[in-house]
């Protein structure tokens, strides 16, 4: 047969070295030229967004949201022409897990923004110490990619859910048990406060023009801490709340916060906010069981530190879509 001839055989392997060194002297032209003549990235339809150095919610929550803002906003452009699109984190070189939880519920519903299909790339930050976040975190579960994920057994990594999940909240149950030294009823408030938040994130903060809506839960030990982050991508506690007033009233966002974590009569709307799960989160962290709660909702942060004992509100100049809350427990959380 002609495939078992030597002459033939010979012949074959003469023509793939010469088909190779054809393609490779190419590619070696293709790249003198781009180093000569760089492509327009209009042209090539690739939109690079930079990701702030600082990519971080609690400790840098203006630019990191403002970032995410004129990349929608650019997005939503006519003349935004680009299919696909980097969100480069190559010089990120301070970074925590709630921004990446944030930007994660971004990826997801990113296609909302535009009318086609628009693939979104990212890349790993140069700093060994936050590329080494990235991948201990979880966030990469959630998207195809090739990087290689790695675990560390003092992150319990991401865990996103659509509805209230009682094996999540006892797996971070379990995990302050082991890392603390804990028994369970140490963490019966803990358990309970996980329930709250995200029972409220379901209950009263759904919207329907988002196509990813879930919650997220992170948790890391440190430094006899386990820190724990939660995301909920819904509406919000402020937003949430002017939707249940009616009629042109005049408000302060500050106030409607401080109403919805006290549990009060609105004395200008008549309007008792019954969530229970609010005011037992804060009476939690006024108690210790909770420490150095930070809570962003829309435009309002409140912020609550075990070494002053002073609770602070203060509106942000860009706002947040949902709400993201921080706690710390301790060894001594439960024994109040």
């Known amino acids: ?95 925590t897990v709630d921004a990446l939880m944030y930007l994660l519920v ?43 994920r790695t675990d560390n057994n003092d992150n319990l990594k991401i865990i996103a859910g659509d509805e209230v999940e009682s094996s999540v909240f006892k797996n971070i149950c379990d995990f302050v048990h082991s890392k603390l030294g804990l028994d369970r009823k140490d963490t019966f408030e803990l358990y309970n406060s996980l329930g709250e938040i995200v029972g409220n994130s379901f209950e009263h903060a759904y919207i329907n023009n988002v196509r990813w809506h879930k919650w997220l839960i992170f948790a890391k030990y440190e430094n006899d801490y386990v820190k724990i982050v939660v995301l909920d991508t819904g509406l919000g506690i402020i937003e949430t709340m002017k939707k249940r007033i009616l009629g042109d009233v005049f408000f302060d966002e500050k106030d409607l916060l401080k109403s919805a974590l006290n549990g009060e009569n609105r004395s200008e709307t008549k309007l008792l906010y019954r969530n229970r799960g609010l005011p037992r989160l804060r009476q939690n962290t006024l108690n210790g069981i909770l420490k150095n709660m930070t809570l962003f909702s829309n435009n309002v942060l409140y912020k609550y530190r075990e070494s002053d004992k002073i609770e602070v509100y203060s509106t942000t100049e860009s706002s947040l879509k949902g709400t993201l809350y921080y706690f710390e427990f301790s060894n001594n959380g439960g024994k109040v």
């Open 1 to 95: 047969m002609r495939k078992t001839n030597p002459r033939y055989k010979e012949w074959l392997k003469r023509r793939n070295i010469t088909v190779f060194k054809r393609e490779l002297k190419r590619r070696i032209l293709r790249r003198r030229r781009f180093a000569q003549h760089p492509v327009d990235l209009k042209k090539s339809r690739i939109k690079i967004f930079d990701l702030p150095e600082n990519f971080s919610l609690i400790n840098n929550f203006e630019v990191v949201i403002n970032t995410f803002k004129q990349i929608q906003f650019e997005m939503k452009e006519k003349d935004f022409n680009y299919d696909q699109i980097l969100l480069n984190m190559k010089n990120v070189n301070e970074l």
């Open 106 to 148: 971004f990826i997801k519903n990113a296609k909302n923004a535009h009318d086609r299909d628009v693939k979104i790339y990212g890349n790993l930050p140069k700093n060994v110490e936050c590329a080494k976040k990235v991948k201990e975190s979880g966030f990469l579960d959630y998207l195809r990619t090739n990087i290689v």
